[in-house]
């Protein structure tokens, strides 16, 4: 134990790992057929976010932005890699506009956060700005994941619909206007549940984790309630971005609606 926070040691971790391999177990005696893959998943957890740790230890101790930068540009990589591999039946060649969306709003919630909220010293506060990335980043590729999917999804599923739209004279936008809100509404429901839920049902792992290495549980709080509305607002702007970028995707240069086959889907 360090100060008022407890410590975790190998033996804890063997077992939690443990906990795992019971669940693992139990599937593949049932015949679920998940159980390798469970246990594959939390290998891989433990060692991610230990070797997460000893980065952003570094990150910490070496306290220079340019490594703060470098960890938040890696980070943005891998969430358009995660986004457009969870994302079923996108086109291909959606990186870029994946990046540029990620990039803009992420860049513009950390500053409204660290200059307006929390107002750390330096500004750049390596223990603030990289662990609100990772939430915010982790929370806004599944929001895009779910919304891409869902809005090429809902074209195919319009297709008449479009085509009579625009054979009356609507604008692409118009025509794809109902699927475009559609998987922004879908991408924001788990946000909107967990705001709905926390402090009465459940405490949110930030607080959570604040309470337990010894923070106050009002600042925890105060802090949890920060990075829901980052990531809200975050979230509805990222869709929104991403979605103005790619929608002319399901189109021709002619306004004409574009069948999936013709869209080079991955």
């Not at 969306?101 to 956060?113: E, Q, W």
């Not at 919304?147 to 297709?159: P, V």
């Amino acid at each position: 134990m360090s100060g008022n926070a407890y410590d975790i040691d190998v033996w804890g971790l063997v077992v939690a790992m443990a906990m795992v391999a019971v669940a693992a177990g139990v599937s593949e005696i049932m015949r679920m057929g998940i159980g390798r893959s469970l246990l594959w998943s939390a290998c891989r957890a433990l060692l991610q976010l230990c070797a997460m740790g000893f980065v952003v230890g570094f990150v910490i101790r070496a306290d220079n932005p340019w490594f703060v930068f470098a960890t938040i540009g890696v980070m943005l990589l891998a969430a358009v890699q995660i986004v457009l591999s969870r994302a079923k039946g996108v086109p291909k060649g959606l990186a870029g506009p994946v990046l540029l969306s990620l990039t803009i709003t992420m860049l513009l919630m950390i500053a409204l956060v660290t200059e307006l909220v929390v107002r750390p010293h330096p500004w750049y506060a390596p223990q603030l700005v990289v662990p609100l990335t990772g939430m915010l980043l982790g929370n806004t590729v599944s929001a895009l994941a779910v919304g891409l999917s869902r809005f090429y999804e809902s074209m195919d599923e319009r297709r008449d619909e479009i085509d009579t739209l625009l054979a009356l004279g609507a604008t692409a936008w118009e025509a794809a206007r109902p699927s475009i809100v559609s998987s922004i509404r879908l991408g924001l429901l788990p946000t909107m549940a967990t705001l709905a839920s926390c402090g009465i049902v459940t405490i949110p792992g930030m607080m959570a984790g604040q309470v337990i290495a010894g923070g106050d549980p009002v600042e925890a709080g105060k802090y949890q309630f920060v990075v829901f509305a980052a990531i809200a607002a975050l979230t509805l702007v990222a869709d929104s971005l991403i979605m103005a970028m790619t929608y002319r995707t399901c189109f021709t240069a002619d306004d004409q609606f574009r069948p999936r086959d013709m869209r080079g889907v991955r």
